[in-house]
């Protein structure tokens, strides 16, 4: 079947998102019940955008507009050419493109994959050099790109959409245990309704048996650090790549090559949390990593002594400590904390009994989540094998 050249304007209707009102961060205009999508969640997202982390209130939604489920968003800032699918009806800011798609000319999902495969690239030549990314909706629509007629594009996004329907499960069933812990967390640490609590006394609001400990006197402080002088190949994380739960890539380098941040050793049980915004909650617990792996020193790790990691990472995500860190921060346009901060942290520590009974229940749920991703991980490679042989004509659908 025959491709032709074709603009995003000639595939659908393209416009920008819109927030007028300044300053962009009045209160008045958040909180309320109108999804508003920002780069962040176009970037962290699948094919498919349902999370967020900001609302707008009427009057948010009154400087905006709703777009409908359906919308391909496109970032031209921060993150250049991320793209997502809206899964709900959601307002987005003037850094966000939003596409409709003509239904006689083009399939969201084929042009959401257009862009992952060629149109990314093709971008760059415009942001390279700069001072800021950034990218008009004059210069996107500039490009040319070749496609199938309508029905293929939607035989090629059937192919590729199956491996993200799939991930997305995966990702569900993540949530889903990640949900649990908390829970059972909150229930027997916060609540204090643990199993036999009616039976013990409180001592001045503490169960008799528990301990407030610093976190320093429980956990080691970035433990250990590579030195200059190591050889070899790592795989990197940096603060972009880590969203609340879970580390969402790494990068591989040969020491050598790598950013001088990349210090920071993280081993199995370890937890990472980001010391800038730390009210962003850039954390994860870490489980099975491979031997090479190398932390950001924006990163602190915390490596647990002598109590199971399923319950102090538990304990500092938890919105009282997330409230500590941001309390402390310092600094104006990007807040951060220090080792020290985190060494200071106060920690509730249960009895013996009661960790070991935690552990039991959360351990196999973090190892269940750990195959879920390695899951995850294998249908990304897949489908991006398969995905520019797709888009450039190669295979026959």
């Known amino acids: 079947m025959t491709w032709s050249p074709k603009r995003l304007d000639q595939l659908g209707h393209v416009s920008r998102g819109r927030s007028r009102h300044r300053p962009r961060d009045a209160a008045h205009l958040y909180g309320g019940p109108f999804p508003f999508i920002q780069t962040g969640d176009v970037k962290h997202a699948g094919l498919y955008i349902t999370e967020y982390q900001q609302t707008y209130s009427e009057a948010g939604l009154a400087q905006s507009k709703l777009w409908p489920a359906g919308t391909l968003c ?35 999902r084929f042009v959401k994959y257009l862009f992952d495969a060629t149109i990314q690239r093709q971008v760059k030549q415009f942001t390279q050099g700069a001072a800021q990314d950034n990218l008009s ?78 976190l320093c006197d429980i956990a080691a402080i970035n433990r250990k650090n590579l030195s200059g002088s190591f050889e070899g190949k790592i795989e990197y994380i940096d603060i972009a790549s880590v969203s609340p739960g879970r580390i969402d890539e790494t990068t591989a380098y040969e020491f050598r090559d790598a950013p001088s941040r990349a210090r920071r050793i993280v081993q199995h049980g370890d937890i990472i949390w980001s010391c800038v915004r730390p009210n962003r909650r850039s954390h994860a617990v870490i489980w099975n990593p491979p031997e090479n792996l190398i932390a950001s020193t924006g990163f602190v790790i915390i490596s647990p002594r002598n109590l199971p990691a399923s319950f102090l990472y538990q304990a500092l995500t938890t919105d009282s400590f997330v409230g500590y860190l941001a309390n402390h921060a310092k600094g104006a346009a990007y807040p951060a904390v220090v080792a020290a901060d985190f060494e200071r942290a106060e920690v509730l520590v249960p009895r013996d009994s009661l960790l070991l009974a935690f552990n039991e229940f959360v351990e196999p749920q973090l190892f269940q989540t750990h195959k879920l991703m390695q899951q995850n991980e294998k249908l990304k490679q897949a489908r991006d094998l398969l995905l520019p042989r797709l888009m450039n004509g190669e295979f026959a659908v």
């Open 137 to 214: 909706q004059e210069k996107l629509l500039s490009l040319e790109f070749n496609v199938p007629k309508v029905d293929e594009q939607k035989n090629i996004a059937s192919i590729l959409s199956n491996y993200d329907n799939l991930i997305g499960i995966n990702n569900r069933r993540i949530a889903l245990l990640e949900e649990s812990a908390r829970l059972l967390y909150r229930e027997w640490f916060v609540y204090l309704r643990f199993p036999g609590h009616e039976c013990v006394k409180n001592v001045d609001g503490i169960p008799e048996g528990w301990e407030k400990k610093k």
């Open 74 to 108: 496109i970032t031209i800032a921060a993150n250049i050419a991320d793209t997502a699918i809206l899964g709900i009806d959601a307002c987005f800011p003037d850094s966000v493109i939003g596409f409709i798609p003509d239904p006689d000319e083009a399939d969201a």
